[in-house]
């Protein structure tokens, strides 16, 4: 309170402005959430009692002896994500997200075996509205197929336990439908091909169906075959493993928004040049824009060298200079020629202001509600980097200060000192291996426009000092990249740059005597100029 007060005492005398930076507020009460040990049990005792109550819900055998086999089968669960997926164990909210979709297709599972109790739906029908896919489909969309896989194992367990009878064909239809939903979307792109994955889902049930005979086609015998309920049968089958499939397209958005979980799907999405900030850095400043687009080039390429996020990479880097929208007059890139407003001021000014950029994106990324790691590029894309131009001008002006002091007779304590921490970023230096390719990609990106005759020796040569200075200054200190990948970075950034920096073939001028009888005309036919061979 009192702070507020003192600020607007200081707004009301002219010493401090109106504006309230934006903040992540509520961070350290969403870490605790995530990794309380606490909320971990708390997730698994639900899903027991939910596991509990299906088993208990509607007359059947060994109702407490199953209820037994279902927490076993939870511990193996839990444990098999404790020993190979201790990052998805670690979280929180991925663990909710796993089991809730599991108890999802569950009860599904058992609302249509109630239903096949009651007679509500006919024997020849029930066994086909099992939704195999949902879980394996969603769990490998969002987490990888690791985890997909881990669906259908899992649920095919807990499945079998929801049966009166333990009966071999439904476990095998869930187990296969499963496997088949994970392995046809490792190659989906977007939202579209996650239905065409549902029809292919949905070939694999009929296939199986058809195997176990609960379709019968008489093959011996067609004319006798009932092929109206193989017509009906069929159409079941397709219609709820595409219906899965639309369900699951639908439900990803809300999903990826409600845990904070990026798919290829997403970042392609983001990375939309329609998006109101882009159409802003676009017009308000050109030479950023066609700056980042350059910056997603390298780092996607580069990514994909190392396996690493390309989708997001390039996404990431369409948004890592929005902050340059401020000021944008202050960055090379967007200068007039002949004009630079740092020449009229003093070199630590200068880096205050290019410097601010990072702020200034982070305030753009909060107020547009972009996602997380966004900000956190914005944020680390720097590091914690020198100023080298400005820090460089700094020590030239204190040395010709003191030159000419000494004929003044200036005292030498009353020139000021040159410190280095005016003159770097605030970092954080980059925490993941996106992060820091991001990083290599903008700086390259930016010294490449002033190389002068960019021959493939001069761009390995830039690339390899700029890298080898970012390790010297510990800037890639704190992410995961090893030498062995710095290595094929540098040489995916050296084979980008030289395609992009490649140059058009010198045409051979016309003779004089042609160049002179065409200035006398008024237009010059496009078919009438000579194409060399070499440009073939």
Avoid at 405 to 421: L, N, R, T, Y
Wanted: proline share 5%; hydrophobic share 45%; net charge neutral.
């Amino acid at each position: 309170m009192f702070s507020l007060w003192r600020k607007n005492r200081l707004v009301k005398q002219g010493f401090a402005c109106e504006k309230t930076r934006k903040t992540q507020g509520g961070q350290e009460f969403r870490r605790v959430l995530e990794e309380s040990y606490e909320v971990k049990w708390l997730i698994l005792l639900l899903f027991a009692a939910g596991l509990a109550t299906l088993i208990f819900w509607g007359p059947q055998p060994n109702q407490a002896q199953k209820c037994l086999l279902g927490l076993l089968i939870l511990a193996t669960a839990a444990a098999q994500f404790w020993v190979n997926h201790p990052q998805t164990f670690a979280s929180n909210s991925k663990l909710v997200l796993v089991f809730g979709t599991n108890l999802i297709q569950l009860t599904a599972f058992k609302v249509v075996l109630e239903m096949m109790d009651s007679g509500t739906v006919s024997l020849t029908y029930g066994p086909l509205l099992f939704p195999y896919a949902f879980a394996p489909l969603v769990l490998s969309a969002l987490l990888g197929r690791n985890h997909g896989l881990h669906a259908a194992v899992f649920n095919s367990l807990w499945s079998s336990i929801l049966l009166r009878n333990v009966e071999a064909i439904p476990i095998v239809m869930s187990l296969i439908s499963g496997f088949v939903a994970v392995f046809v979307t490792l190659q989906v792109r977007n939202r579209l091909q996650l239905v065409k994955a549902g029809a292919l889902v949905g070939v694999a049930v009929w296939l199986l169906a058809l195997s176990f005979q609960l379709i019968e086609i008489y093959w011996s015998a067609l004319a006798q075959t009932p092929w109206n309920i193989v017509g009906l049968q069929t159409l079941v089958i397709f219609l709820v493993a595409i219906g899965t499939a639309i369900i699951v397209s639908g439900t990803l958005p809300i999903l990826e928004s409600l845990f904070e979980i990026t798919t290829p799907t997403f970042w392609r999405e983001k990375g939309d040049l329609n998006h109101p900030l882009l159409k802003r850095l676009s017009t308000e400043a050109p030479g950023t824009y066609f700056h980042s687009i350059g910056v997603g080039q390298l780092a996607s390429e580069a990514a994909e060298a190392v396996g690493a996020n390309a989708d997001l990479c390039q996404t990431c880097a369409l948004f890592h200079d929005v902050g340059k929208l401020v000021k944008p007059e202050y960055f090379t890139e967007n200068m007039s020629e002949g004009e630079n407003p740092h020449d009229t001021l003093a070199p630590s000014m200068s880096a205050l202001i290019i410097m601010a950029h990072v702020k200034e994106g982070v305030n753009f990324a909060l107020e547009y509600n972009l996602n997380r790691q966004i900000t956190d590029v914005i944020q680390q894309h720097h590091g914690t980097s020198l100023v080298w131009y400005f820090y460089n001008r700094a020590l030239a002006q204190q040395i010709e200060a003191r030159e000419h002091g000494k004929i003044a007779k200036i005292h030498e304590d009353d020139i000021p000192e040159v410190d280095e921490a005016t003159f770097r970023y605030p970092g954080p230096r980059p925490q993941t291996r996106e992060n820091a390719i991001l990083s290599l990609a903008d700086a390259l990106e930016s010294a490449s426009r002033s190389l002068e005759k960019p021959t493939p020796q001069r761009i390995e040569e830039m690339v390899d000092k700029i890298i080898a200075s970012r390790v010297k200054d510990s800037q890639l200190d704190e992410c995961d990249l090893t030498f062995k990948e710095l290595r094929a970075i540098a040489e995916s950034f050296t084979t980008t740059l030289q395609s992009m920096l490649h140059r058009r073939i010198a045409y051979p001028k016309e003779h004089k005597d042609s160049e002179k009888s065409e200035s006398k005309t008024t237009t010059v036919p496009v078919a009438s100029t000579p194409r060399p061979a070499s440009a073939a």
